[in-house]
T-cell receptor, first 112, second 115 residues
Framework: DAKTTQPTSMDCAEGRAANLPCNHS???????VYWYRQIHSQGPQYIIH???NNETNEMASLIITEDRKSSTLILPHATLRDTAVYYC?????????????FGQGTRLTINP | DTGVSQDPRHKITKRGQNVTFRCDPI?????LYWYRQTLGQGPEFLTY????????KSRLLSDRFSAERPKGSFSTLEIQRTEQGDSAMYLC?????????????FGQGTRLTVV
């Protein structure tokens, strides 16, 4: 699985959009980009995933660059409950590449 | 609540004792994963099952660790002769393998403290 690079920490004001970047320059054609988050003392929570098109769900939007070497997770109206560690993961689409490989993630703090 | 249950939530044990954790996945999920997470680090993959078959084991899973999923439903993770370095959060996740790509749902974890 390709390696990802994320900033160690970010701050965002409550009510503003939080934009979390991720670099995955070695991503291969059949690998998906996944985002999970982990709120303190809880298990990781799935947010969204995508292959090459931008994706949106009730939690967030995922913007993937045309060359697929980077992506941005967007939380449109951040709340205090969005304070968490956010993990960007690249995961293979082949049947055998099923595990999620977590890095250090980005610690996002939403400030009132 | 994701539907993945782990028991116990917390375990304190003395060094050298054996401990066993249980994970109940979402009922229709045929894949089950175990991860370990230490303070300040992301979760580290330990092993995964498809139905009752253990298909992959990490090098982190030493001989003292064993995982089972006897009927393809719940799973147990046993650590024998615990060491202080085993202190961590042990996370279980499950997913449905019918689709090529499917998200994994995590439980709340079992926090192990070895004293």
């Amino acid at each position: 699985d390709a390696k990802t690079t994320q900033p160690t920490s970010m701050d965002c004001a409550e009510g503003r959009a939080a934009n979390l970047p991720c670099n995955h320059s070695t991503i291969s054609g059949n690998e998906y980009v996944y985002w999970y988050r982990q709120i303190h003392s809880q298990g990781p929570q799935y947010i969204i995933h995508g292959l090459k098109n931008n994706e949106t769900n009730e939690m967030a939007s995922l913007i993937i660059t045309e060359d697929r070497k980077s992506s941005t997770l967007i939380l449109p109206h951040a709340t205090l409950r969005d304070t968490a560690v956010y993990y960007c993961i690249v995961r293979g689409g082949l049947q055998g590449a099923q595990k999620l490989v977590f890095g250090q993630g980005t610690r996002l703090t939403i400030n009132p | 609540d994701t539907g993945v249950s782990q028991d116990p939530r917390h375990k304190i044990t003395k060094r050298g004792q054996n401990v066993t954790f249980r994970c109940d996945p979402i009922s229709e999920h045929n894949r089950l994963y175990w991860y370990r997470q230490t303070l300040g680090q992301g979760p580290e993959f330990l092993t995964y099952f498809q139905n009752e078959a253990q298909l992959e084991k990490s090098r982190l899973l030493s001989d003292r660790f064993s995982a089972e999923r006897p009927k393809g439903s719940f799973s147990t993770l046993e650590i024998q002769r615990t060491e202080q370095g085993d202190s961590a959060m042990y996370l279980c996740a499950s997913s449905l393998a019918r689709r090529q790509i499917s998200e994994a749902f995590f439980g709340q974890g079992t926090r192990l403290t070895v004293v």
